[in-house]
């Protein structure tokens, strides 16, 4: 059975402060990593797809990382804009269906 | 942009009734999903749809239901409602060909069966 787990649950960073959330996972054949980003009340909103082992993807303050066992996304001198819960997802094999984990809840204060 | 739009953000029912809730995405799509998202257990797939009247069961299809019977239309329906179906329902859709398996998200139904 595919399973994501996202570390920490929550994390609280001063504006400016740099840091990185976690995503390891383990599944058969992985065709894809999926970052998400969801405000409170509203869907997730796609951020990055990454397909493989070394990949990189960056959007304004966000970079995320992929090995072979795990996903980073760094978040660089964040924003409070920038508060919100990030998801990871994985797709493996031929299923069209994507695997979430649990989200960490960034808070970013002044 | 990718559009998907749900036919309602919030929703109140009474237990034993049945509910619809509405999906359309604008980008012909041909994968459409229904989760649920609750405290603690995070997204978890109710049915997905990845063609015109077909469908699958995703982790947790008890006291549902779905229907598609237009490509950009994908309804999930609560048969006899109940206090444990209150929940946030998200619907999304996908491509199915390439890589490109990114699902778009729409706002969300917030439900509350009382």
């Known amino acids: 059975e595919d399973q994501v787990t996202q570390s920490p649950e929550a994390l609280r960073l001063q504006e400016g402060e740099s840091s990185s959330l976690n995503c390891s996972y383990t599944?058969?054949?992985?065709?894809?990593l999926f970052w998400y980003r969801q405000d409170p009340g509203k869907g997730p909103e796609f951020l990055f797809t990454l397909y493989s082992a070394g990949e990189e993807k960056e959007k304004e303050r966000l970079k995320a990382t992929l090995t072979k066992k795990e996903s980073f996304l760094h978040i660089t001198a964040p924003k409070p804009e920038d508060s919100a819960t990030y998801l990871c997802a994985v797709r493996a094999g031929t299923a069209s269906k994507l695997t979430f984990g649990t989200g960490t809840r960034l808070q970013v204060t002044l | 942009d990718v559009k998907v739009t749900q036919s309602s953000r919030y929703l109140v029912k009474r237990t034993g009734e049945k509910v619809f809730l509405e999906c359309v995405q604008d980008?012909?799509?041909?994968?459409m999903f229904w989760y649920r998202q609750d405290p603690g257990l995070g997204l978890r797939l109710i049915y997905f749809s990845y063609d015109v009247k077909m469908k699958e069961k995703g982790d947790i299809p008890e006291g549902y239901s779905v229907s598609r019977e237009k490509k950009e239309r994908f309804s999930l329906i609560l048969e006899s409602a109940s206090t444990n179906q209150t929940s946030m329902y998200l619907c999304?859709?996908?491509?199915?060909?390439?890589?490109?398996?990114?699902?778009?998200f729409g706002p969300g139904t917030r439900l509350t069966v009382t």
């Open positions: 999304a859709s996908s491509y199915n060909l390439g890589r490109s398996y990114e699902q778009y």
């Open positions: 599944v058969s054949g992985l065709r894809g």
């Open positions: 980008m012909d799509h041909e994968n």
